[in-house]
């Protein structure tokens, strides 16, 4: 089966400007993560849709940050406007249920930079 | 509050030899462990998890991994690596109370096996 798919693979933008990601999660997923990874650090969980509906965003920087899950398959992540400590690996991940014992599907990231 | 640390940032072994990346926890109720992969420009990849049931969890490419309450301890382990394996290896918690799917992963591991 196909994987989680993200575009753009490497974005470099100035600070201040804007910049959206793209992820089409695994067929027939209903959980999608986005995930900020860091360089150095484990991924930090941004934000959880449940079908189209979030179901937790509470470490999302909700002045700067958006997401939205259209028809509760694809899903875009914005940032307006980006600031240097944006600079990282945005991952997406993919999961049949956000039931406990589900593992996550990880796309292979965009890696933002912010000059 | 949940957390993972990796007290390791890097694990050098021969190939052949057997290797161990180790994680502990900290969850508020019981948790589901798990340990992920990352190879250089890719997404993290799931090797395997713990559950319920046998403290002793094999997964994928002949790793496995022990759950130790007591200690608070998930450490993978392999009897014989190989250079292959040389990535950066990533330990998760989920708590087993929580709705949400929000894993917490430690900062990682970065094995080298070298010929």
């Known amino acids: 089966e196909a994987g989680v798919a993200q575009s753009p693979r490497y974005k470099i933008i100035e600070k201040r400007q804007s910049v959206a990601f793209w992820c089409n999660p695994i067929s027939g997923h209903a959980t999608l993560y986005w995930y900020q990874q860091i360089l150095g650090q484990g991924p930090k969980l941004l934000i959880q849709?449940?079908?189209?509906?979030?179901?937790?965003d509470s470490q999302l920087p909700k002045d700067r940050f958006s997401a939205e899950r259209l028809k509760g398959v694809d899903s875009t992540l914005k940032i307006q406007p980006a600031k240097l400590e944006d600079s990282a690996v945005y991952l997406c991940?993919?999961?049949?249920?956000?039931?406990?014992?589900?593992?996550?599907?990880f796309g292979p990231g965009t890696r933002l930079t912010v000059t | 509050a949940q957390s993972v640390a990796q007290p390791e940032d890097q694990v050098n072994v021969a190939e052949g030899n057997p290797l161990t990346v180790k994680c502990t926890y900290s969850?508020?109720?019981?948790?589901?462990l798990f340990w992920y992969v990352q190879y250089p420009n890719r997404g993290l990849q799931f090797l395997l998890k713990?559950?319920?049931?046998?403290?002793l969890v094999k997964g994928s490419y002949g790793f496995e991994a022990e759950f130790n309450k007591s200690q608070t301890s998930f450490h993978l382990k392999k009897p014989s690596a190989l250079v292959s394996d040389s990535a950066l290896y990533f330990c998760?918690?989920?708590?087993?109370?929580?709705?949400?799917?929000?894993?917490?992963f430690g900062r990682g591991t970065q094995l080298t096996v070298w010929p």
């Open positions: 969850v508020s109720g019981n948790p589901y």
């Open positions: 849709f449940q079908n189209n509906g979030v179901v937790d």
């Open positions: 998760a918690v989920r708590d087993r109370g929580s709705t949400l799917g929000r894993l917490y």
């Open positions: 713990y559950i319920t049931g046998d403290n």
């Open positions: 991940a993919s999961s049949l249920d956000q039931l406990d014992t589900y593992e996550q599907y």
